[in-house]
């Protein structure tokens, strides 16, 4: 063979090699350059600290995102004024994860409502704003009957139990309202260790189970409530009578959720479904209830002592009003919680037919007391569907003091509203106690997030009381807000809500639609 002939078979020998070389290791070269980036992908979402449901379903959390960023902008808008079962639109919840972040939060082109549609709400601006001289500004609780008073937030986080909620999302919550300044209501499962890690205040629940407080036939247990009550951590005590999302019923735990923990701190079996009764088993009538809460403010050691409930049959509410009279015994405050409040395990009934909504509930509670001449002696405080600032003035304006959320602080959490909080299977962490997925919700990073929420809310809130021309809360009345009634029509909150005068109810010539609730009333019986 000559140098040319070989040189000829090995132009031809060389490039057929390689040929087969890269037919043999090209896919593997292509499988290595796509299998690679998956694989630092995934390493990366189960350790980074950010989004808790890309620690849970890494790489395939990513589509979730991915048309999220795709979807048209204007999509499902919640009308604010809706209280009738609408779901909260992605756009409110999109907008408590940027205030959570810490993102801007500002909108392009204008109002996205029809502002024409019935049910459409505003709050009229004045040519004179005001400067608003408070940017922290506190409600005092207890100043009459407490030596222990409690200076609350106009907003607070609303009752979410832990058992209801994982260990982590409760320090989270806790580790928020401490760096935020604002009160964190316990839900009626008891004080846990996970409430008090991180030192935010607390407002205790007693429900009628008397987690935390409690015998073992059930019935409350004095010393174990002054024990807990007294610490310094706890700032006021909440009686709870009922709950809007489910009226009549006790709460509800799933058996799924029941750990060993829990059976200790609530003193419940374990492997069943904890259900609280529902009624109280420590009283039966106003007076009772009344005489209850004194107990309890002198064993807290002075500290505020109220109670919640959603508004059903007018006269019960009036009967404890007239119970105040009779007995000279007011609380420190009243939670109102409206109809359209959440809950993580209820009947479909419960949830979307019971119970009055917050708005009338609100009214209500304030106007019969200012009918009593009771007003100033207790503070309101309103819980249901509040996540926006607007939401806050609303009810403000209705005579609330503070406010309570609990969706808009799952939604800083990071909650996504996949309703398994019943099945012990959320995706985010939050409503679970499987370790595999709580443990995945960063407390650092979430608890920043609910108070950054909190810090914006406030902002927006006192941002709106200066557009309106006033300078603290006190100062907003219904007749700041405006609703439309219909297309051609447009009416104030007071002119749509009663508004009674101090102590209406106690002449002689009662308000005509008050008369026949306020002559059922009895402050012996409900």
């Not at 310094?232 to 735990?253: C, D, F, R, Y």
Request: proline fraction near 5%; hydrophobic fraction near 40%.
């Amino acid at each position: 063979m000559t140098v040319k002939q070989g040189f000829t078979l090995l132009s031809i020998a060389v490039p057929a090699v390689l040929v087969l070389l890269s037919l043999i290791w090209l896919p593997f070269l292509w499988g290595f350059l796509v299998i690679l980036p998956i694989i630092v992908l995934g390493l990366w979402d189960i350790t980074q600290r950010k989004k808790t449901l890309l620690r849970l379903y890494p790489i395939i959390g990513h589509f979730r995102y991915f048309l999220e960023s795709v979807r048209p902008e204007i999509q499902q808008y919640f009308i604010e004024s809706d209280t009738n079962g609408k779901p909260i639109s992605r756009e409110f919840r999109n907008l408590v994860y940027q205030r959570a972040k810490g993102d801007r939060d500002t909108r392009p082109f204008g109002t996205v409502f029809d502002v024409y549609r019935t049910g459409y709400e505003w709050i009229n601006h004045s040519l004179a704003p005001s400067k608003v001289l408070e940017q922290n500004p506190r409600i005092i609780f207890g100043s009459l009957h407490c030596s222990q008073p409690y200076a609350a937030s106009p907003l607070n986080i609303s009752a979410m139990s832990y058992g209801a909620l994982s260990k982590t999302a409760i320090m989270a919550l806790n580790k928020g309202a401490k760096a935020g300044d604002f009160a964190h209501n316990t839900g009626e499962g008891g004080v846990s260790p996970y409430h008090t890690k991180h030192g935010g205040d607390l407002i205790w629940q007693i429900g009628t189970g008397y987690f935390g407080c409690r015998m073992d036939d059930g019935a409350f247990c004095e010393e174990q409530f002054a024990e807990i009550a007294q610490r310094k951590q706890i700032k006021m005590i909440e009686v709870k009578l009922s709950q809007g999302a489910k009226p009549g019923h006790g709460g509800i735990l799933p058996a799924a959720k029941v750990t060993q923990e829990i059976v200790d701190i609530r003193h419940v079996k374990l492997g069943e479904d904890v259900i609280s009764p529902p009624s109280h088993s420590a009283f039966s009538t106003p007076k009772g209830l009344l005489e209850f809460i004194v107990k309890l403010r002198k064993l807290s050691d002075g500290k505020p002592t109220g109670f919640k409930l959603c508004i059903g049959h007018k006269s019960e509410f009036l009967s404890i009003c007239k119970a105040m009279l009779e007995t000279g015994i007011t609380p420190d405050f009243i939670k109102i919680d409206g109809g359209e409040g959440g809950t993580g395990a209820s009947p479909i009934e419960l949830t979307n037919s019971v119970v009055m909504p917050l708005r009338d509930a609100v009214s209500f509670v304030n106007n019969a007391l200012v009918g009593v001449s009771l007003r100033d002696k207790i503070r309101l405080v309103a819980a249901g569907k509040i996540i926006s600032a607007f939401h806050m003035v609303k009810i403000i304006a209705l005579g609330a003091d503070t406010v309570n959320s609990a969706r808009g602080m799952m939604f800083a959490l990071g909650c996504i509203q996949a309703r398994h909080c019943n099945t012990d299977a959320c995706p985010t962490g939050i409503a679970t106690q499987n370790p595999t997925r709580y443990q995945a919700l960063d407390v650092s990073d979430k608890g920043e997030r609910v108070a950054h929420y909190h810090k914006a809310m406030i902002h927006h809130l006192m941002d709106l009381l200066a557009v309106a021309g006033v300078r603290s809360t006190d100062d907003i009345k219904p007749h700041h807000i405006q609703r439309r009634v219909s297309e051609v029509e447009v009416k104030s909150y007071a002119e749509i809500y009663d508004v009674l005068q101090k102590g209406d109810l106690l002449s002689t010539e009662l308000p005509k639609h008050w008369q026949k609730d306020w002559n059922l009333a009895s402050a012996n019986a409900w």
